[in-house]
T-cell receptor
């Protein structure tokens, strides 16, 4: 099946710094990718839809300037958490559609802001 | 708006016992329905999906689910649980004819006792 990777798997950063998370589709092209955030013991919340060659579409309540998304190629989308704060600590998961409404999920990135 | 309800936050079963995880959805038409499994600190793996046709769908790892339109339900079942099935299970709904976004339930944590 289709494979989606994320890098890094874990990152610890200091408050006020920025951190970039990569999401790659390894064996297929994805014009769209999705970014989710998962709080402990809770469900996945869609943050934004990443569109190759155009601006990302953000869900209501998600700060565009804080969570910068760039979909630079058909296999790579990046999420940059800018000026990170402890409340941004979370598990971030990306996914890419591969087939009718099927999505393949990356393994996730655990972000801890100290 | 679509919504997914998983009434059981946490279920504990003994190894070898049968399992049923409940999922109810709210949607105006027939949605696409999915069950995903997430092991601790990992991404999501698709167990099975329903798009149309036979309302009883078979998935991986011996799981099956039945779509019941009259009850707006898509419950996940397994006749005999293995210790390795301990994980978090998420039901999700996709929108036919719309975007490829998925809406997730809050998940059910499965604990398997030896």
């Amino acid at each position: 099946g289709a494979v989606v990777s994320q890098h890094p798997s874990r990152v610890i950063c200091k408050s006020g710094t920025s951190v970039k998370i990569e999401c790659r589709s390894l064996d297929f092209q994805a014009t769209t990718m999705f970014w989710y955030r998962q709080f402990p013991k809770q469900s996945l919340m869609l943050m934004a839809t990443s569109n190759e060659g155009s601006k990302a579409t953000y869900e209501q309540g998600v700060e565009k300037d804080k969570f910068l998304i760039n979909h630079a190629s058909l296999t790579l989308s990046t999420l940059t958490v800018t000026s990170a704060h402890p409340e941004d600590s979370s598990f971030y998961i990306c996914s890419a559609p591969a087939g009718t409404y099927e999505q393949y999920f990356g393994p996730g990135t655990r972000l801890t802001v100290t | 708006a679509q919504s997914v309800t998983q009434p059981d936050i946490h279920i504990t079963v003994s190894e070898g016992a049968s399992l049923e995880l409940r999922c109810n959805y709210s949607y105006g038409a027939t949605p696409y329905l999915f069950w995903y499994v997430q092991s601790p600190g990992q991404g999501l793996q698709l167990l099975l999906k329903y798009f149309s046709g036979d309302t009883l769908v078979q998935g991986i790892k011996g799981f099956e689910a039945e779509f019941k339109r009259s009850q707006s339900s898509f419950n996940l079942r397994k006749p005999s649980v293995h210790w390795s099935d301990a994980a978090e299970y998420f039901c999700a709904v996709g929108e036919k004819g719309g975007s490829e976004k998925l809406v997730f339930g809050k998940g059910t944590k499965l604990t398997v006792n030896p």
